[in-house]
């Protein structure tokens, strides 16, 4: 496989697992983090970091609004819940993973 079709697969791909992200507001990020060790806040720092190596500025709060699909606090209001005392025991446990 070519370069610039590895290249269009992998945006492909990437595309496609934000889509899925923004349909599933049912998943909170601590879930996502317990589970996998990133979150969408994760992705959007990944993001971030992407457009500064290749010498783009880019705010966190932009970066949120490509992952997210909305502006950040937007999507908090909406969709976020409050931890159960599980959730974060699960989260203080796997920390170190992250």
Same mark, same amino acid.
């Not at 908090?76 to 446990?93: I, V």
């Given at each position: 496989?070519?370069?610039?079709?590895?290249?269009?697969?992998?945006?492909?791909?990437?595309?496609?697992?934000?889509?899925?992200?923004?349909?599933?507001?049912?998943?909170?990020?601590?879930?996502?983090?317990?589970?996998?060790?990133?979150?969408?806040?994760?992705?959007?720092?990944?993001? +971030?970091? %992407? /457009?500064?190596e *290749?010498?783009? !500025?880019?705010?966190?709060?932009?970066?949120?609004?490509?992952?997210?699909?909305?502006?950040?606090?937007?999507w908090?209001?909406?969709?976020?819940?409050?931890?159960?005392?599980? +959730?974060? %025991? /699960?989260?203080? *446990?796997?920390? !170190?993973?992250?």
């Open positions: 496989m070519d370069e610039q079709t590895k290249l269009e697969l992998e945006a492909a791909v990437f595309r496609r697992l934000v889509d899925h992200l923004r349909g599933r507001t049912d998943v909170q990020n601590i879930d996502m983090m317990n589970l996998s060790g990133f979150c969408r806040n994760c992705l959007s720092n990944w993001y +971030q970091d %992407a /457009a500064a *290749k010498g783009l !500025p880019m705010e966190k709060a932009d970066a949120r609004e490509i992952v997210y699909g909305m502006p950040y606090d937007e908090k209001s909406k969709y976020q819940t409050e931890a159960s005392a599980e +959730q974060k %025991a /699960a989260f203080e *446990k796997s920390k !170190p993973q992250h």
